[in-house]
């Protein structure tokens, strides 16, 4: 199938901006792209006049309104977060603590709605934040319940990025994990995505019986101890149940 350079390219520019480069310089930009100034000014001044890039009054670019403004879009198409904002409201009420919705996109979680609990002193997750599936408890889940041809396509190219010392590390220790997670119906993250963090997770189906999506509540281990953690994910199941009812599941 053919490529088209220019779009490739401004798509690729688009890319560059993430949680870690919020604005860039042109010069920045032509470096990474390998490209001349004035082919990346050219297509800098595309995406601007589309407003899919600003330009502050410094001369550095960020990304423009037109991508929230598609994003939110997107989000509304999901049905999902309007069935699963009550029970994760009440949940997040009566534990305190952070809840999430996530669903997969290739090898990786996108939060798609969260609810801050008041207790929570967890801040490094938002709407659109990604995460990997290996280290995080969302992701367990989504690659756990996945079709099997389908999770096996993913194993096979799969990446074990090392984001703290107990990052499960090696293909034989995820899919030991994931059969503990197929065989629990629940997952954990012990500190493996993000030092003192602690989740659990459990799985969201949809009418045909399919994981749409996965729940989770995150915990700060100083403050939580293993058996509220325990209690928090039994909760977190049950919750789980009545979001999947709402999409039409119901168990054989």
Do not use: W
Not at 123 to 136: A, D, E, F, K, Q
Not at 203 to 212: L, M, Q, R, W
């Amino acid at each position: 199938m053919p490529i088209i350079q220019s779009l490739d390219r401004a798509l690729n520019i688009l890319d560059l901006f993430d949680e870690n480069h919020r604005e860039l310089k042109i010069t920045e930009i032509s470096a990474r792209m390998g490209l001349h100034k004035s082919t990346v000014h050219s297509l800098l001044k595309t995406l601007q006049l589309h407003r899919y890039i600003e330009q502050d009054e410094h001369g550095l670019y960020r990304l423009g309104m037109r991508l929230l403004e598609k994003g939110q879009l997107l989000l509304q198409g999901f049905d999902i977060r309007e069935i699963a904002g009550g029970p994760l409201r009440e949940l997040s009420d009566e534990t305190g603590q952070s809840v999430h919705l996530v669903i997969r996109d290739g090898a990786q979680g996108v939060y798609i709605d969260k609810v801050e609990g008041s207790r929570a002193a967890i801040r490094y997750s938002r709407i659109g934040r990604r995460v990997p599936l290996h280290s995080s408890a969302v992701g367990k889940v989504l690659a756990a319940f996945m079709p099997d041809a389908e999770r096996e396509r993913l194993l096979k190219n799969y990446e074990y990025s090392r984001h703290t010392p107990h990052t499960i590390a090696s293909e034989a220790a995820f899919r030991d994990e994931l059969r503990s997670v197929r065989d629990k119906g629940v997952a954990y993250d012990r500190e493996e995505n993000e030092p003192g963090v602690r989740c659990a997770s459990a799985p969201v189906y949809d009418h045909a019986g399919n994981v749409a999506a996965a729940i989770s509540i995150s915990t700060m281990a100083a403050t939580v101890d293993d058996e509220e953690l325990a209690s928090f994910a039994r909760r977190l199941s049950e919750t789980a149940d009545r979001i999947s009812s709402g999409l039409g599941f119901r168990r054989k």
